[in-house]
């Protein structure tokens, strides 16, 4: 069973800009996805950026212009790059890669933003 860390998180001031990065602890075939996704405090987990392996992106609105998402083409791994972060970005972000066989999610780093 493959397992995601996720690392990169911490308390951050507005504006940043740290960088999300995700490892697996073993290789993942027949990607399908990547993604990270978030979960503010006291509400759902929603999707903040994927990719796809056609290399299609799309972010959520609240973050488009801001936030960039990657690959690590070798790991089938995300990264997730944050700029000018706001106040509003708390929260726990999570990596997320599906593949054909199975879609895999990391435990979540907490990301505060605050000065």
């Known amino acids: 069973q493959v397992q995601l860390v996720e690392s990169g998180g911490g308390l951050v001031q507005p504006g940043g800009p740290p960088r999300l990065s995700c490892a697996a602890s073993?290789?993942?075939?027949?990607?399908?996805?990547m993604a990270w996704y978030r979960q503010p405090p006291g509400k759902e987990r929603e999707l903040v950026a994927r990719?796809?392996?056609?290399?299609?992106?799309n972010y959520a609105d609240s973050v488009k212009g801001r936030f960039t998402i990657s690959r690590d083409n070798t790991r089938n791994t995300p990264y997730l790059q944050m700029n000018n972060l706001k106040p509003e970005d708390t929260a726990v972000y999570f990596c997320n890669v599906r593949s054909i066989y199975a879609n895999y999610w990391g435990q979540g780093t907490q990301v505060t933003v605050s000065s």
């Open positions: 073993g290789s993942i075939s027949g990607f399908a996805s």
């Open positions: 990719i796809s392996s056609s290399g299609s992106l």
